[in-house]
């Protein structure tokens, strides 16, 4: 799909302001509000949108503590990376998992309520996890830059 300079604004609007109204969108972009909601429909069926969320302050929800984890597996065969990231995808803790280069294969993102929950979070379920070979561990002091936000450029 190729997206115009509309598109492009569009996006940019929504990424700023996810609740803004159709007619809103369609003012700033100078769009009939019709032809405007056409647009983001096609975009949210296309997957370039692909979805809409609340952003949420940890803290307000008592969850005090955020970590980056560095992981390494034992073994890198389908299997075993297939089971890793399944079980990923059941922890609530990790709110991102990335794939990496170099020497740790991934980078998970956590976030729990205090230092006595990671620690159950890394015995019970990362290092009892069968295949992780090793872990490194960084905690998060303060946040200086969070967004969500793609450097769209609509120029």
């Not at 302001?17 to 909601?37: K, M, P, Q």
């Not at 390494?72 to 991102?96: M, N, P």
Request: charged share 20%.
């Amino acid at each position: 799909m190729t997206l115009d300079r509309t598109d492009l604004r569009i996006l940019a609007l929504l990424q700023a302001n996810g609740r803004a109204t159709n007619a809103e969108i369609a003012e700033s972009v100078s769009l009939s509000a019709s032809a405007c909601l056409r647009r983001v429909q096609k975009l949210e069926a296309d997957g370039v949108i692909s979805g809409y969320a609340a952003l949420i302050d940890p803290q307000a929800v008592g969850l005090g503590l955020q970590a980056f984890v560095r992981v390494q597996l034992e073994k890198h065969g389908s299997v075993a990376v297939q089971h890793f990231v399944e079980s990923v995808q059941r922890w609530d803790e990790v709110i991102a998992c990335h794939a990496l280069t170099g020497e740790m294969d991934y980078l998970l993102h956590v976030v729990v309520s205090d230092l006595d929950d990671f620690s159950r979070f890394l015995l019970d379920k990362l290092l009892n996890e069968t295949g992780v070979g090793d872990v490194n561990s960084s905690f998060v002091l303060r946040t200086v830059k969070q967004t969500r936000a793609l450097p769209i450029a609509a120029t």
